[in-house]
């Protein structure tokens, strides 16, 4: 549904976007992640039609921007990190005008109440958008971007200034669309990416870096594969039992979380999955499992790795900054 082909965009000697390809297939919600100057508003900005490209293309639908850019931004809606909105008009009056602007054939009544309803501003649609709370300006840009029913959804930001509540609403709404339209979201709020997206595509200083679902670039990043335990059971039994398993390389007993309960770190081959294993032979000898995670890295740690190297590499960077400024206050 969307595809980009080694897309380039230069500005002087500077690219923004360094040869970059990708794609959206129908019914998936991709997420779009990247640290600020990294190319990611100028992708979204191509593949809406608002700048052109250097080099590469980018297809709407099998359309190419570039070469038909009204029919290809005929599948997209589109909502900006600041929405498009005229804060003179009602509700009404401006997703009236948002229906002419973009020459929509579904019935207006039926169509506009649809949507009134899916993003929750039914109560408000004869009140002036001035007059709106930043949440439900938020609410009246998502609904323009719904208008004519686009099979294609660009969302940056979507969740910024709703509360908790709004913030959840909106999250399963972008799951629903997901099913029958394409939808790109960019987000800084990495909880919220994970929650909703079933790809992930991270871009750092103009190329891609990441391209893949959250829990396989967690693995292929992690230094390790371990898995962690609190096992109620004699340690030194529960140890043996756990070696005995065929693909476990190692086990080390932790901490004593309570009485009788350790904590356990399982190193297994690479590749090889043994949580059901664990459970069966614990299970047999009736030694409970308390907890168990793996030692995998967040998707918070895996945009910090991609993006600085390390997982708190920059965190880290601007402590030891901080700490050399105190010191030299200090001193004088």
Known sequence: MIEV??????????????????????????????PNGAGKSTTMNILTGYISSTEGQAFINGVDILEDPIKAKSFIGYLPEQPPLYYDMTVDEYLSFVYSLKKCKLPKKSHLNEICEIVKLTDVRKRLIKNLSKGYKQRVGFAQALVGNPKVLILDEPTVGLDPKQIIEIRTLIKRLGKNHTVILSSHILPEVQAVCDRIVVINKG???????????????????????????????IKKIILSIPDVERVFVGRQVDERVYEYHVEAKEGADVRRDIFKKLAARNYPILMMRSNELSLEEVFLKLTTGDEYGGAEKLETKLDSMAKGADEK
């Open 5 to 34: 082909r080694h897309l380039t965009k230069s500005y002087g000697p500077k690219k923004a976007v360094n040869d970059i390809s990708f794609k959206a297939e129908e019914g998936q919600v991709l997420g779009f992640l990247g």
């Open 207 to 237: 190329r891609i870096v990441a391209n893949d679902n959250a829990d396989t670039l967690a693995r292929n990043l992690s230094a390790d594969h371990k898995l962690i335990l609190h096992i109620e059971g004699g340690s030194d039994e």
